[in-house]
């Protein structure tokens, strides 16, 4: 299974795998894979780099990415201590006594809250993208559209390619005419920050938008083999996976996200704002829920509603109760049913792939 | 492109083709594909009776299908009348009012307001059943799960095939357990009544769930040869496709629902319960977003909603107006940019498929 994708970013296989983690991207490039790493979480840009300088160990020299989360429209700024003013008192009360009715405990006496995660301000994201350009980094994608043009004049003129999410035809066509080189069409399916129509309807579309000349990835129910088939079959020069690695034995998951995930079925997923303040598709739970209940307020918009359930994130992800872990994920996260080695899942997709492609080929 | 559903069905192409108009299932046929009638509209047998045995001569000897709705759960009954004492006065004054606000004008004087469907009460499917099975049709689909076990058992006496949708792997299962041959795994790009599982992550689940010996059908997201590539990819042995047929020269639609037809795009449909009670995909318009605003009632549950809005639906498609037509449609509408007879329409899916899977095996 080659495709053009290979050759332009010197991979083995058409696979592109995100992950927050490090460990997990690394794997991914070493398995003949094309790793990129999620920076949203470094509120410090020298954690970023440092993490970057092991990538660049242990990626052995195979090429990776990074994926910032930089706003195209109204780039939110402004310290921390000001947007918290910007949180209305009920929406802190809710989330309290939500927290409270759900059992979820306090941190330990001592443990600082956190900042919340501030790589949606576009001012880290710039930092992190001035880290990324100081590492052999191979590409840069953006999770919100094409990067500022002066962004994708740097990237372009140390040889990095740039690429961006688009959820919608229209939105790939800008980020192309923005200089974007490589489209990810994402579909109402995937995990994370994503749109209404699915991948069925969306890759073809975006390939048509886009047109030959650009190479269009599927993001959005890719787990198995035969979906990267499907993907190939739509038009699409390669897969963008990020649910599937939550699985692995590289991710190193909490007891308890680990089993909400192996409990989930395709049907336990929602899209909704509660996480960042822009849709995006979570684990369905107790959590999620309360936030359908007719008291619940309405999320408030990127980046305040992140800041608001900051700490909620924190306590609920350390309650080791697997009915209120807050966790993006896709609704391919049904297929996760015991964990497993990023090789041994990279090897299993190709395979599936594979036989497919010579399945379909007897037709 | 030869499939087992194509030995199984005994036709050229695994294409399944659902319409209410009877000319388009006609045509379906007649191109090598099968044609499925659906039979909701119909709330008299004998008018159903006189449309297949069009059907019997139209399709020259080419098998056809119908499809009819039949709730699993809860048979709705009662006459007309009663029905209608259930209908709160608060939801009427709703419909009346926001037809004012959007300038549908009433009907012309002495026409009827009509019955409203009445096929998807139990009783009328059933009427549907017995007038099909005086025909030689060759399967019969349910919208809405397995037929009653009496029904699936005529069926098989007879020598039919019992199809059913199923939105969820489980569904699916237990539809395979009542006796039912064909599942139709529908996701949620697809128009009508729809789950909220996409057709990528739905279709090798459902594939999986029934087993080898089942034929599983991709619904939703299927209008063009590289997505029935993709279904086939996916592990289907065929396609079921609705939406596609509604911009064929044979579907005769209305100007105003032509037009909004060539006019939307992907992101211009919505699911929502407003037509029938069920969650149903629609196109997106002045009167989908009517009922979104703060001050609109919750739809009621099937067949209520359908019974208020009866009237409704008839002053919206009389109207003329591109922007209010009640539609059930898939996000494969974005697709249709011109009218072209269902003849075309089959070269033109059996031509890029085929295309597809020489593509494939290049890979």
Same mark, same amino acid.
């Given at each position: 299974?080659?495709?053009?994708?290979?050759?332009?970013?010197?991979?083995?296989?058409?696979?592109?795998?995100?992950?927050?983690?490090?460990?997990?991207?690394? /794997?991914?490039?070493?398995?003949?894979?094309?790793?990129?790493?999620?920076?949203?979480?470094?509120?410090?840009?020298?954690?970023?780099?440092?993490?970057?300088?092991?990538?660049?160990?242990?990626?052995?020299?195979?090429?990776?990415?990074?994926?910032?989360?930089?706003?195209?429209?109204?780039?939110?700024?402004?310290?921390?201590?000001?947007?918290?003013?910007?949180?209305?008192?009920?929406?802190?009360?809710?989330?309290?006594?939500?927290?409270?009715?759900?059992?979820?405990?306090?941190?330990?006496?001592?443990?600082?809250?956190?900042?919340?995660?501030?790589?949606?301000?576009?001012?880290?994201?710039?930092?992190?993208?001035?880290?990324?350009?100081?590492?052999?980094?191979?590409?840069? /994608?953006?999770?919100?559209?094409? =990067?500022?043009?002066?962004?994708?004049?740097?990237?372009?003129?140390?040889?990095?390619?740039?690429?961006?999410?688009?959820?919608?035809?229209?939105?790939?066509?800008?980020?192309?005419?923005?200089?974007?080189?490589?489209?990810?069409?994402?579909?109402?399916?995937?995990?994370?920050?994503?749109?209404?129509?699915?991948?069925?309807?969306?890759? &073809?579309?975006?390939?048509?938008?886009?047109?030959?000349?650009?190479?269009?990835?599927?993001?959005?129910?890719?787990?198995?083999?035969?979906?990267?088939?499907?993907?190939?079959?739509?038009?699409?020069?390669?897969?963008?996976?990020?649910?599937?690695?939550?699985?692995?034995?590289?991710?190193?998951?909490?007891?308890?996200?680990?089993?909400?995930?192996?409990?989930?079925?395709?049907?336990?997923?929602?899209?909704?704002?509660?996480?960042?303040?822009?849709?995006?598709?979570?684990?369905?739970?107790?959590?999620?829920?309360?936030?359908?209940? &007719?008291?619940?307020?309405?999320?408030?918009?990127?980046?305040?509603?992140?800041?608001?359930?900051?700490?909620?994130?924190?306590?609920?992800?350390?309650?080791?109760?697997?009915?209120?872990? &807050?966790?993006?994920?896709?609704?391919?996260?049904?297929?996760?049913?015991?964990?497993? =080695?990023?090789?041994?899942?990279?090897? /299993?997709?190709?395979?599936?792939?594979?036989?497919?492609?010579?399945?379909?080929?007897?037709?």
């Amino acid at each position: 299974m080659h495709t053009a994708l290979c050759d332009l970013l010197g991979i083995e296989h058409p696979i592109v795998g995100f992950s927050p983690s490090e460990r997990v991207v690394a /794997a991914i490039s070493r398995a003949g894979g094309f790793g990129v790493l999620g920076c949203v979480r470094f509120n410090d840009a020298d954690e970023l780099d440092a993490v970057l300088s092991w990538l660049d160990t242990e990626t052995g020299g195979r090429p990776y990415g990074v994926d910032v989360v930089m706003p195209t429209h109204g780039p939110a700024e402004g310290k921390h201590v000001d947007l918290d003013k910007l949180i209305p008192d009920g929406h802190r009360d809710f989330v309290q006594r939500t927290l409270l009715k759900l059992g979820v405990p306090p941190l330990p006496d001592g443990e600082s809250t956190g900042d919340g995660v501030l790589g949606w301000l576009h001012s880290i994201a710039r930092s992190h993208v001035e880290v990324a350009l100081s590492h052999p980094v191979r590409l840069i /994608a953006n999770a919100l559209g094409p =990067p500022p043009p002066d962004v994708i004049d740097a990237a372009h003129e140390r040889g990095l390619l740039v690429a961006a999410l688009a959820g919608r035809a229209t939105h790939a066509r800008s980020h192309v005419a923005s200089g974007v080189d490589i489209v990810v069409a994402q579909g109402y399916e995937a995990g994370g920050h994503t749109g209404e129509i699915a991948s069925m309807v969306l890759v &073809p579309e975006v390939v048509d938008a886009v047109g030959e000349g650009v190479p269009v990835l599927a993001a959005g129910g890719i787990g198995s083999g035969r979906q990267i088939a499907a993907a190939l079959a739509l038009g699409a020069t390669g897969v963008w996976m990020g649910s599937a690695w939550l699985g692995t034995e590289e991710y190193q998951a909490q007891p308890a996200l680990r089993q909400a995930l192996l409990d989930a079925t395709s049907a336990d997923t929602v899209r909704s704002r509660v996480y960042s303040g822009k849709p995006a598709r979570l684990l369905r739970n107790r959590w999620t829920e309360a936030w359908s209940e &007719p008291e619940a307020p309405a999320p408030l918009p990127m980046p305040l509603q992140n800041l608001l359930v900051s700490e909620a994130h924190n306590r609920l992800m350390r309650a080791g109760d697997p009915t209120v872990v &807050p966790m993006p994920v896709g609704q391919i996260v049904g297929r996760m049913n015991e964990v497993r =080695p990023v090789a041994d899942v990279m090897t /299993a997709l190709v395979a599936e792939a594979t036989e497919t492609l010579k399945r379909l080929s007897a037709l």
